[in-house]
């Protein structure tokens, strides 16, 4: 019986010898069940980060670009910031954007903009916004309005922050650093042109002639070959260039008579600019009432109207410029007739003192109405075509004492400007005497000198 086969039924695995030979076989056998689940495991699990990643970039494209998180340099380059931080959203404010428009398209409401606006301290100024500015968004998981940020500009951001107690507010203003620059400009077409030579912006020139608009008409006076000299400051953040600063000291030598201007802030702490005797360059009167114009018609009393071809007395001068142009007061006074008529078109007169009135006519708009007070300088108009007018420019008239007078003449017969007082000059001098001799290097051509100059005075600050 010892020789019979088991029965049918009992396992073979019983016998030592068979559990011995079959060892490697089963071995082998679990080895590859354990790489095929390895493998299926990881297979879905590489399946399902494909899928996410898929579905992650859907919802990023998903997101506008003007509420996609702002990318913050600090954060990312620091590892410790928190990770369950909320993000920034930002919105850029385009032309024809308002507050509620900004908010709706950001996922908020009206009550959320009357919420930033009317309880916080410095909410009013959230809704003077320029295009270009930013304004960004911060929520809470259920997707609650908790921030808000205003990039006024490079130098200035407001924060409002959700608290206990409402929303508060928080202004952060940065100073940029000014550098001293110097440049010189010779016209051989136009004022504007000379600057773009110069390499200053428009808004530098702008600056320069209403520094010296009491003395000459950019509009008439510049010759081909007249020059110019700016000391000017440079505003920096962050080692790049935001902005020109003010103008130091200018010099404009236009049919060869020179005229000189310095900054200056007196001793209470007001700031204007001079000539060398330290008489203010701001004068009774502007010589012209608009900026870098042609002259089409003069004061000329024996004149032939271009509309009812007849000879009748032009009383005044015509600046041509483009529709929209701005017009300024040339003084300081009270307006005592703003309207229309036929002959006039849109029209201002401003009386200044009892002795003098200034008129202004053929406006395409009027910006000031009778009986309104307005300064040197103040935008009254715009140029236009109304009226009797067969193409756009300012008809500009000057009266003294009820007479019409040439307004490129009267001026220049007016009472000398005001002068610092004597307790003041002797500093303005040290002001004065420093700024002249580096114009004096820039009218010579001396640039070599002048970087020397500066870096002096870089190292005595």
């Known amino acids: 019986m010892s020789g019979a086969n088991p029965p049918r039924g009992t396992s073979s695995l019983l016998d030592p010898r068979l559990r011995l030979a079959r060892a490697p076989a089963l071995a082998i056998l679990a080895f590859g069940l354990t790489f095929a689940i390895a493998y299926l495991d990881n297979s879905t699990r590489h399946d399902y980060d494909q899928q996410w990643k898929r579905l992650d970039s859907r919802l990023t494209r998903s997101v506008p670009k003007h509420i996609q998180p702002v990318k913050d340099a600090e954060a990312s380059s620091n590892s410790l910031v928190a990770a369950d931080t909320p993000p920034w959203f930002e919105q850029e404010v385009s032309r024809g954007d ?38 960004a968004f911060q929520s809470d998981t259920s997707g609650a309005l908790t921030g808000v940020r205003h990039v006024v500009s490079p130098l200035e951001e407001v924060t409002y922050r959700l608290t206990d107690s409402g929303f508060k507010s928080e202004v952060e203003t940065r100073s940029p650093d000014a550098r001293q620059a110097w440049t010189s400009g010779v016209i051989r077409s136009s004022l504007f042109n000379a600057g773009q030579e110069a390499g200053v912006s428009q808004s530098m020139i702008l600056n320069m002639a209403t520094i010296f608009g009491g003395v000459v008409d950019f509009a008439l006076d ?27 000291a200018a010099s404009f030598t236009n049919q060869g008579e020179t005229f000189n201007a310095f900054r200056y802030t007196d001793t209470s702490g007001e700031t204007n600019y001079y000539n060398e005797e330290g008489f203010s360059m701001r004068k009774a009167f502007l010589m012209a009432p608009l900026d870098f114009t ?153 640039s070599v000198a002048m970087s020397e100059s500066t870096d002096a005075n870089l190292s005595a600050n």
């Open 294 to 446: 042609r002259i089409s018609s003069n004061f000329n009393l024996r004149r032939l109207h271009p509309i009812y071809k007849t000879t009748r007395p032009h009383r005044g001068t015509d600046y041509a410029a483009p529709t929209g142009t701005p017009v300024y007061a040339s003084g300081d006074g009270r307006v005592i007739k703003s309207g229309y008529t036929k002959a006039n078109g849109n029209y201002v007169f401003i009386r200044h003192g009892d002795r003098y009135v200034t008129r202004y006519l053929h406006l395409h708009k009027r910006a000031v109405s009778a009986g309104r007070r307005v300064t040197q300088g103040q935008i009254i108009g715009t140029v236009g075509a109304t009226g009797a007018a067969t193409g756009p420019h300012l008809h500009y008239e000057f009266l003294v004492n009820g007479v019409h007078r040439n307004p490129r003449n009267v001026v220049k017969q007016l009472p000398k400007a005001k002068q610092l007082p004597s307790h003041e000059m002797e500093n303005f001098q040290l002001t004065v005497n420093r700024a002249s001799k580096q114009l004096t290097k820039l009218r010579s051509g001396n």
């Open 98 to 135: 308002n507050l509620s428009i900004i908010f709706k398209r950001a996922g908020y409401d009206e009550s959320d903009v009357h919420t930033i606006v009317n309880e916080t301290e410095n909410g009013r100024s959230l809704a003077k916004i320029f295009p270009g500015q930013t304004i």
């Open 222 to 248: 510049p010759r081909r070959g007249d020059t110019m000299q700016l000391l000017y400051e440079e505003l920096f953040l962050d080692g790049k260039k935001i902005k020109d600063g003010d103008i130091i």
